[in-house]
């Protein structure tokens, strides 16, 4: 008998904690989440928002991306924690660094899912995950990116002239109601990319609070077209429920987005 998927519903899955070693020798925890019977079709690798407020490898859209995404639409899903960034997984180590030595965070996510053989994959960067999916997610195994809610803060021209010419797939999902960049302004700055596609969410702000299953949605269309959507609100078998009082001291308002 089929029952709703709610917020901490968690869906079948092989998951794995796994290490990410840098080249600069920082060690970076994590978790995998493949099909629990079957080879994903595409691995998603995500990029979380910034750290110094509240982002991590557990934010919300993230979290419900690996506990849904590997039985409902045959993806893998690979979350870590930058240097210096906490969640109920544990603490990576060194420091943040404003999205400087990331590079070697985004490096070590790839290198990792490339020895494991984890073929098709795309970068999800969300707010401060963006910038690092722009300055340095241009590389060969690397099939396209989503981006959610990029302020482009840190990324240059250069950063962008760079995707334009490696012209894999980009789309940005874009908050009506951002509190960095809008969906019109969105569209003037990703002009310097050909390919890229710039969606505007109506009603949407920057944390996607009550949007994670469209925004889902949309990820499923861009990776897994074959898949149909919107996904199911439904699953008939066995599901888990994840602990919701694991951030029981990091409401809301711990992940507003950093002022100007």
């Known amino acids: 008998m089929s029952a709703p998927i709610r917020s901490n ?34 691995t998603i690798i995500c990029l979380h928002p910034l750290p110094t407020h509240g982002g991590m490898m557990d934010s919300h859209v993230f979290r419900k991306a690996a506990w849904r995404l590997p039985e409902l639409a045959g993806l893998g899903v690979l979350r870590f924690n930058t240097r210096g960034t906490s969640s109920v997984r544990g603490t990576s180590g060194g420091s943040f660094d404003g999205g400087v030595a990331e590079r070697f965070d985004v490096a070590a996510a790839l290198e990792w899912a490339e020895f494991a053989n984890l073929a098709n994959l795309w970068l999800l960067g969300w707010s401060f995950g963006t910038d690092l999916v722009l300055r340095y997610g241009a590389d060969p195994s690397v099939a396209g990116a989503v981006l959610l809610s990029p302020p482009l803060r840190s990324a240059t021209e250069e950063d962008l002239a760079r995707w334009a010419e490696f012209g894999r797939p980009l789309t940005a999902l874009v908050p009506e109601f951002d509190d960095y960049l809008r969906p019109a302004e969105a569209a003037e700055r990703f002009a310097a ?61 711990a992940f507003e987005p950093l002022a100007d």
Do not use: C, N
């Open 9 to 42: 519903s968690i869906l079948p899955a092989r998951r794995e904690e796994i290490e990410l070693l840098t080249a600069d020798g920082v060690t970076l925890v994590g978790e995998l989440a493949l099909p629990a019977e079957r080879e994903p079709t595409a």
């Open 193 to 253: 990319i050909p390919q890229a596609e710039v969606i505007g969410f109506p009603g949407a702000k920057h944390l996607w609070v009550g949007q994670a299953e469209k925004v889902l949605d949309e990820i499923v269309r861009r990776v897994a077209p074959e898949v149909p959507t919107p996904l199911p609100d439904e699953y008939d078998g066995v599901m888990g429920q994840g602990d919701a009082s694991a951030y029981a001291d990091r409401t809301v308002a």
